[in-house]
């Protein structure tokens, strides 16, 4: 099962709108409305952010927000802020022996 | 909250066995999942148990690790065997929920080396 494919990096300054791109395949992101967004800072443990493609987990700033079209999926980040500095991965549910895969990471930074 | 231990220097070829004790919730009623990162590296989904019990590994683990649970210690558990430079990493342990990784652990030091 491949990774899921992601830009290596995206910037933006503050108060801009970034979005990052999640590519998969009809087996994954395409095949299913269960694409995950993690966001992780350094030295950190991974944060869930958006789930079921579009859903905010309780506690997560609507400045988040994630949508799917086919086989890719994004999260979009508007109002940029320092602290949103961070990598970011998509996860989907997948069709293969192994039922999760992850992307292969973003790192976003805030000019 | 999840608590993962158990990690820690060993040489290649060797076993070690990781823990996940949550608290909050029980382990039997949940699909519990393994996570790992290698230095640098990206996140990448070792290992998962459902509540019914099944059990799925990533291809490059698959034969040598095993994923299992004790309900009566809310406790998830990962037995590493034939350990090799390329396990060496971070690994979480989380909760998945709606197919989606909703509550992680802080994550334990593996290390593979002579």
């Known amino acids: 099962q491949s990774a899921l494919t992601q830009p290596a990096s995206v910037s933006g300054s503050p108060g801009q709108s970034i979005t990052i791109s999640c590519t998969g395949t009809?087996?994954?992101?395409?095949?299913?409305?269960?694409v995950s967004w993690y966001q992780q800072h350094p030295g950190k443990a991974p944060k869930l952010m958006i789930y079921?493609?579009?859903n905010r987990p309780s506690g997560v700033s609507n400045r988040f927000s994630g949508s799917k079209s086919g086989n890719t999926a994004s999260l979009t980040i508007s109002g940029l802020q320092a602290e949103d500095e961070a990598d970011y991965y998509c996860?989907?549910?997948?069709?293969?022996?192994?039922?999760?895969?992850f992307g292969t990471g973003t790192k976003v930074t805030v000019l | 909250q999840l608590v993962e231990s158990g990690g820690g220097l060993i040489q290649p070829g060797g076993s070690l066995r990781l823990s996940c004790a949550a608290s909050?919730?029980?382990?039997?009623?949940?699909?519990m999942s393994w996570v790992r990162q290698g230095p640098g590296k990206g996140l990448e989904w070792v290992s998962v148990?459902?509540?019914?019990?099944?059990?799925y590994y990533a291809d490059s683990v698959k034969g040598r690790f095993t994923i299992s649970r004790d309900n009566s210690k809310y406790t998830v558990y990962l037995q590493m065997n034939s350990l090799g430079a390329e396990d060496t990493a971070v690994y979480y342990c989380?909760?998945?929920?709606?197919?989606?990784?909703?509550?992680w652990g802080q994550g334990t030091l593996v290390t593979v080396s002579s």
């Open positions: 148990i459902y509540s019914g019990g099944t059990t």
């Open positions: 009809s087996s994954d992101v395409g095949g299913y409305n269960y």
């Open positions: 079921e493609v579009s």
């Open positions: 909050g919730f029980t382990v039997s009623s949940n699909a």
């Open positions: 996860s989907s549910y997948t069709s293969s022996s192994h039922p999760y895969v």
């Open positions: 989380a909760r998945v929920n709606r197919a989606s990784l909703d509550s």
